[in-house]
């Protein structure tokens, strides 16, 4: 699916309106401080399964280096072994 940038900021300010706004999914800023997204900082934090990397996005405003992994054979060995 290719977009153009425009597109895809557009995409992402629109999903960060309905995951992170008062509403539904953030129902007394529930989603916000489950995630720690605005009082995490100077961390690492690995996300695999991260989807469209949108909680990503969010923690690296903060400053937190991040890293995502979307390979599902990463994912299936590190359910092995962890």
């Keep these: 699916m290719m977009k153009s940038d425009d597109v895809l900021k557009k995409m992402i300010i629109d999903m960060e ?3 992170y706004n ?10 916000r401080s489950t995630l720690k997204l ?19 996005l969010q923690y690296a405003k ?6 995502l992994l979307i ?4 994912i299936f060995h590190l359910q092995k072994k962890y």
């Design 62 to 67: 903060t400053g937190i280096m991040f890293t």
């Design 17 to 19: 309106k309905i995951r």
């Design 22 to 31: 008062e509403g539904y999914r953030n129902w007394g800023n529930k989603w």
């Design 38 to 56: 605005d009082t995490t900082h100077g961390k690492r934090v690995l996300d695999y399964g991260c989807g469209s990397g949108i909680e990503a």
């Design 71 to 74: 390979s599902m054979q990463v």
